[in-house]
């Protein structure tokens, strides 16, 4: 996978928000990195299996302060998904198996019930970010929010892409161009 992104020459950071294009704008961004793929592996942290790929803040905060303090100066961006879109994507992928039955046979009571029993087995800890099978569920805010402080200048709604890659553009217009041409 690629790593979060952070460019040290254009002062940018790209927050991988899961299952919100994510994989579609790292890609496009990818030569952009100048960490040395610090954020594409998994880390084992206090205790836990922790992907720094998808890495809310708070944890960035204390496992990686040096990049942490960046956002006070550099330009940073994500994306955001509906909720329940969001959600139903990361169980789709999940249990695909479950998935793929529901749609060779259009068993809609019984998918619902699996995404139900899904969400209401699923830990706290997993939504907070320390549970590694959970990582695509992580709170979309904890990508933006350190406590109430929203550490993101540009939050892009993935169902106005466009308008989000227009504020981008104020930043950096090669980024935002580079952007547009993801999958």
């Not at 879109?85 to 009571?109: I, K, M, P």
């Amino acid at each position: 996978q690629n790593p979060l992104i952070i460019n040290d020459i254009k002062q940018f950071i790209f927050i991988h928000n899961p299952k919100c294009a994510g994989t579609s704008f790292r890609t496009a961004l990818d030569s952009y990195d100048t960490t040395g793929r610090l954020f594409a592996r998994i880390d084992n942290w206090n205790g836990y299996q922790v992907e720094t790929t998808h890495l809310p803040l708070f944890m960035m905060q204390v496992r990686f302060p040096e990049y942490f303090r960046k956002f006070d100066s550099y330009f940073s961006f994500m994306a955001v998904r509906n909720p329940f879109a969001r959600f139903l994507s990361g169980f789709n992928e999940v249990n695909q198996e479950t998935y793929a039955e529901y749609v060779q046979s259009g068993d809609v009571s019984r998918y619902r019930h699996e995404v139900n029993r899904f969400a209401l087995d699923m830990p706290a800890e997993a939504i907070r970010g320390w549970d590694f099978n959970y990582r695509h569920f992580v709170r979309q805010a904890d990508f933006a929010y350190l406590g109430r402080k929203n550490l993101v200048d540009v939050i892009i709604r993935i169902d106005e892409q466009d308008k989000g890659l227009d504020k981008v553009a104020l930043f950096d217009p090669e980024v935002a161009a580079r952007l547009r041409e993801a999958p």
